[in-house]
């Protein structure tokens, strides 16, 4: 991914065992959550939530090594589409997080304070099993500590076939507009600011669905999804990620 836009890198992370699970909102369930200068980006006419867990590792400034017992956490996110209002196309497909889940309490507290993200501390966990006749069976399950609204809780069960191949997702599809995506939007001090990230593309595999808790999307105030709901779930490859600096756009 390339921008004309300045760029100063402030972090390296390693994004690892990326699980997304997508369901279709209402956009106006999304909506009247964000921001007045954002609006739900929409594909074919339809807003997205997604539920994240992942590993992160390697964290850490550019201008430092590793801090001991900081460089990688836990990871859940509750995330859906943005661009700004009235602009018929977003310059860098942009991300709004309602919530991000970690188990490392400097983490939340170093997000919180130079991002605005809404971080949350949380017990998590997350396994990786092999099973019989080449299904891999991922788990990631999260219940939010602090601060409120606590608690909150989230589990995904997903399975995927060892045989299915990575692949980029092709421009134009669903899968490319809800995993290609390279800046954030965050309130910080008053004020909207965006954040680019930039990694490889993404090559993802699709899976299945075999269980899920989406308290986290409650507690964000997006209806649930109700059971039985279709979800578009994907796991991705490893991706090395440059994390860039905040800037206030308005």
């Given at each position: 991914?390339?921008?004309?836009?300045?760029?100063r890198q402030?972090f390296w992370?390693?994004?690892?065992?990326?699980v997304?699970?997508?369901?279709e909102?209402?956009?106006?369930?999304?909506?009247?959550?964000l921001?007045p200068?954002?609006?739900?980006?929409?594909f074919e006419?339809?807003?997205?939530?997604?539920?994240?867990?992942?590993?992160?590792?390697?964290i850490?400034s550019?201008?430092?090594?590793?801090?001991?017992?900081?460089?990688?956490?836990?990871?859940?996110n509750?995330?859906?589409?943005?661009?700004?209002?009235g602009?018929?196309?977003?310059?860098?497909?942009a991300?709004?997080?309602?919530?991000?889940e970690?188990?490392?309490?400097l983490?939340?507290k170093?997000?919180?304070?130079?991002?605005?993200?809404p971080?949350?501390?949380?017990?998590?966990?997350?396994?990786r099993?092999v099973?019989?006749g080449?299904?891999?069976?991922?788990?990631?399950e999260?219940?939010?500590?602090?601060?409120?609204?606590?608690?909150?809780?989230?589990?995904?069960?997903?399975?995927?076939a060892?045989?299915e191949?990575?692949?980029?997702?092709?421009?134009?599809?669903?899968?490319?507009?809800?995993?290609?995506?390279?800046?954030l939007?965050?309130?910080?001090?008053?004020a909207?600011?965006?954040?680019?990230?930039?990694?490889?593309?993404?090559?993802?595999?699709?899976g299945?669905?075999?269980g899920?808790?989406?308290?986290?999307?409650?507690?964000a105030?997006?209806?649930?999804?109700?059971?039985?709901a279709?979800?578009?779930?994907?796991?991705?490859?490893?991706?090395?990620?440059?994390?860039?600096?905040?800037?206030?756009?308005g």
């Amino acid at each position: 991914m390339s921008t004309e836009e300045p760029f100063r890198q402030i972090f390296w992370q390693t994004w690892r065992d990326l699980v997304f699970v997508h369901w279709e909102v209402e956009p106006a369930a999304i909506e009247r959550l964000l921001p007045p200068q954002l609006e739900p980006d929409l594909f074919e006419g339809k807003a997205y939530v997604a539920l994240v867990p992942f590993r992160m590792t390697g964290i850490r400034s550019v201008w430092l090594p590793p801090i001991p017992g900081t460089a990688k956490t836990l990871e859940t996110n509750v995330r859906t589409y943005v661009r700004r209002r009235g602009a018929a196309v977003e310059p860098i497909p942009a991300v709004w997080f309602f919530s991000l889940e970690a188990e490392t309490t400097l983490a939340v507290k170093v997000a919180r304070a130079m991002y605005g993200l809404p971080y949350f501390k949380a017990r998590m966990r997350y396994e990786r099993e092999v099973c019989a006749g080449g299904v891999e069976r991922r788990v990631a399950e999260s219940m939010r500590l602090w601060p409120q609204p606590a608690p909150a809780r989230s589990l995904v069960e997903a399975e995927f076939a060892a045989r299915e191949p990575f692949r980029e997702a092709a421009p134009g599809t669903l899968e490319h507009f809800v995993v290609e995506r390279y800046a954030l939007y965050a309130r910080h001090r008053g004020a909207l600011t965006r954040a680019i990230v930039r990694h490889n593309p993404y090559r993802i595999r699709p899976g299945v669905l075999r269980g899920v808790d989406a308290g986290l999307v409650a507690a964000a105030g997006i209806p649930a999804p109700p059971p039985g709901a279709i979800a578009l779930v994907h796991e991705a490859q490893d991706v090395t990620v440059r994390i860039g600096a905040p800037r206030a756009v308005g």
